[in-house]
């Protein structure tokens, strides 16, 4: 056996296995995003797609490192690689490299586009957005100026309606919230 994925109608009875990753043991961790009537699990190396059955199981990309964070926004899914931003549309492509980071936090959906931290190695650990093109993957601000990062803990984003919220250092001990729409 290996990694066990589970449906449930909310009884004993009803929930049951529909798909073993037979070998994949261990203890890794794994991420889940939904997105239409499918469930993606980033795992290792691997995103995999579901609609809870086992014909309707399929790995959708492999990438060249573990999977850190996902997500879904619009109608694609976004996720982090080893400090890679990366967009997959799971219909369509295998998934497309947006930015290498020296670090990127979990992206979060805003209005069709994603927000995260991540530090490019210039700018120090900063708020991004994404629309799911290298071309359209873009520093929000280098709030705190120069390689200092604006967020050194507690660096979540929270979704309310199409805005993000997170709070951000301006200036040495200086906290702010901010909000942005991506």
Not at 33 to 44: I, K, P, S, T
Not at 59 to 70: H, S, T
Not at 155 to 176: H, M, N, P, T, W
């Amino acid at each position: 056996g290996g990694r066990l994925l589970w449906h449930t109608d909310g009884t004993p009875e009803g929930t049951v296995v529909f798909y073993d990753f037979a070998g994949w043991g261990g203890s890794s961790r794994h991420v889940f995003a939904a997105l239409g009537d499918r469930v993606y699990l980033g795992w290792r190396d691997e995103l995999w797609g579901t609609n809870g059955t086992t014909p309707g199981t399929r790995r959708i990309a492999a990438f060249p490192g573990w999977v850190e964070n996902l997500c879904a926004a619009d109608d694609r899914l976004f996720l982090t690689v080893e400090g890679a931003l990366w967009s997959v549309d799971p219909t369509a492509d295998p998934g497309r490299l947006l930015a290498q980071f020296d670090y990127a936090g979990p992206p979060a959906p805003v209005a069709g586009r994603v927000v995260l931290f991540a530090d490019d190695g210039v700018h120090g650990f900063e708020p991004w957005a994404s629309d799911g093109t290298a071309v359209g993957t873009v520093p929000l601000g280098d709030l705190m100026p120069g390689p200092y990062a604006s967020c050194e803990d507690e660096c979540d984003l929270v979704v309310a309606g199409e805005l993000a919220y997170f709070k951000a250092r301006i200036s040495q001990g200086e906290d702010s919230l901010w909000v942005t729409d991506g």
